[in-house]
């Protein structure tokens, strides 16, 4: 059994800050993948940004959110944060975590989500 728990939306101004924070907890042998989604009301979810657990910590950004966001992983603790400053308005939405990840040495890697934090910025 994998759970991951997404924690710090709430509501903010524009042009203010917040940091979300996923931990990943359960049977994990290892984790390859962590990433952030949002979906906004009406609107397909999308890739917000994604780190690789490698040395290099890969990254990758939602061309909307570069240069605002950052996002980093702690591979001890299976967490997974993403740091939001200058919020705009049309960055409202569910944000969702997801990782990919592997339950045993010999078992395929499967994606798990969380169950989403809302994120609201007022204009």
């Known amino acids: 059994q994998v759970e991951l728990v997404e924690s710090g939306g709430g509501l903010v101004q524009a042009g203010g800050s917040l940091r979300l924070s996923c931990t990943a907890s359960?049977?994990?042998?290892?984790?390859?993948?962590m990433g952030w989604y949002r979906q906004a009301p009406g609107k397909q979810r999308e890739l917000v940004a994604g780190?690789?657990?490698?040395?290099?910590?890969?990254?990758n950004y939602a061309d909307s959110v570069k240069g605002r966001f950052t996002i980093s992983r702690d591979n001890a603790e299976n967490t997974v944060y993403l740091q939001m400053n200058s919020l705009k308005p049309e960055d409202t939405a569910v944000y969702y975590c997801?990782?990919?990840?592997?339950?045993?040495?010999?078992?395929?890697?499967?994606?798990?989500w969380g169950q989403g934090t809302q994120v609201t910025v007022s204009s």
């Open positions: 359960g049977t994990i042998f290892s984790i390859r993948y």
């Open positions: 997801k990782s990919r990840l592997r339950i045993g040495l010999m078992s395929s890697e499967y994606d798990y």
């Open positions: 780190i690789s657990s490698g040395s290099g910590r890969d990254t």
